[in-house]
């Protein structure tokens, strides 16, 4: 799959200035991706469960250059309405990669609005939805000058393969419901350039799920993702993980098309894990757990233990722990989660979340 376009270029008399809006969400993977190589390519297939309060909105204001300009793209990123010239450089040297794909990025200069509804400090990862939500916007300005992406599949398959190259993870946002991403003879058109839905091959009861997010600390992690990622290429144990996720991953879809929530559970708190422990497991070591929340996954033990209530957790790189469960279950979930868990999350905070329908188009508002 190649989305270089030379012929992306818009005629001068068509060129105009406007603005496009998406709400993009996060996303919470099960198979973790842990390990990249090439241009954002993952080293193992990874999916997920798309989220709905934890998203970004992103306005993207285009206005059509002066003249034939050469010099760098011009990009201005606010957040929440404050300009953030760190994001502005990030954003113009994403847009600059982003050429041979959209040459028509050079015709304009940009104005970027961002807000996440989730708060920075809450440690969640902003980079899927913002990067997902920026990926949508700049498809809709192609589809707006050219309209060569009018089915669905093909804006939303550019958008994720867009995505991918700003934030791996972000490729799975574009998707409601669940996603993978990263080739496996499993599933048939599965790619490591973007994400696939699989909406229609999972049972009902996981579109139900929830994810009550514990904010077990709010402190800013000691290793990037970034970091984290470069450091599996000297991983002894790198191999054998990126077999162990190829394994997990047709389990996993076994699972999840029956409805077995025992197999989903096991396969989902086993991966968390691998993911710690390849960290532990790096040189040099790090650890980003806390105590808090090897604490907090030993009290969900025994509560399963006791009620056999189908609730799991899985965590990100960071010490936060997402709490999985059908809806069935919120009601004794929750009085358990409220009682024995908050106390141990920082200022007793969490996000309350659940599995969504993914991003929507905010401007123009295609409903109208
Ligand atoms: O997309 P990145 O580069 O921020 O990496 C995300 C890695 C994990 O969140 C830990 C796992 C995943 O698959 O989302």
New binding site residues.
């Given amino acids: 799959m190649d989305y270089k376009n030379p012929n992306l270029v818009i005629d001068q008399n068509n060129l105009q200035e406007g603005k496009v809006r998406w709400r993009s969400p996060s996303n919470i993977?099960i198979i973790?991706?842990?390990g990249k190589h090439g241009v954002q390519l993952p080293r193992n297939p990874?999916l997920?469960l798309t989220l709905d309060a934890a998203h970004t909105d992103t306005t993207l204001s285009y206005r059509p250059r002066q003249g034939v300009d050469q010099s760098q793209i011009q990009a201005k990123v606010y957040l929440d309405g404050k300009e953030e010239e760190k994001f502005s450089a990030k954003t113009a040297s994403y847009l600059e990669s982003l050429l041979p794909i959209f040459p028509f990025i050079k015709q304009f200069d940009f104005e970027l609005h961002t807000h996440n509804s989730f708060p920075h400090s809450a440690g969640i990862?902003s980079?899927?939805s913002g990067m997902s939500a920026l990926a949508l916007c700049l498809c809709s300005i192609e589809d707006q000058f050219f309209q060569n992406l009018l089915k669905d599949d093909d804006f939303e398959r550019k958008a994720s393969y867009v995505a991918r190259l700003g934030?791996?993870?972000?490729c799975r946002s574009v998707y409601g419901g669940a996603a993978m991403w990263g080739k496996s003879g499993h599933v048939e058109n599965s790619s490591d350039e973007y994400a696939l839905p699989l909406n229609d091959q999972i049972h009902e009861v996981f579109k139900t799920f929830h994810d009550d997010i514990l904010l077990i600390s709010k402190k800013e992690k000691s290793v990037s993702?970034?970091a984290g990622?470069a450091l599996m290429e000297q991983n002894p144990y790198a191999d054998p993980r990126y077999a162990q996720a190829r394994q997990r991953m047709y389990q996993l879809l076994q699972a999840m098309q029956q409805g077995d929530l025992d197999v989903f559970g096991r396969i989902c708190e086993a991966e968390a894990l691998s993911?710690h422990a390849l960290m532990m497991t790096s040189t040099p070591p790090y650890l980003l757990l806390e105590g808090n929340t090897i604490e907090a996954i030993k009290r969900l033990w025994a509560f399963r233990e006791e009620s056999g209530h189908p609730v799991y957790f899985t965590i990100?790189?960071g010490p936060n722990l997402h709490l999985l469960y059908p809806d069935q279950v919120a009601e004794p979930a929750k009085a358990f989660i409220r009682s024995e868990l908050l106390p141990l999350c920082e200022g007793s905070s969490y996000i309350a979340d659940r599995v969504g329908d993914g991003p929507l188009q905010l401007e123009p508002n295609t409903d109208a």
Avoid: F, I, T
């Avoid at 934030?167 to 972000?170: K, T, V």
């Fill in positions: 993977a973790k991706y842990w990874s997920s990862a980079s899927a934030s791996g993870s972000a993702s970034r990622h993911l990100d790189a």
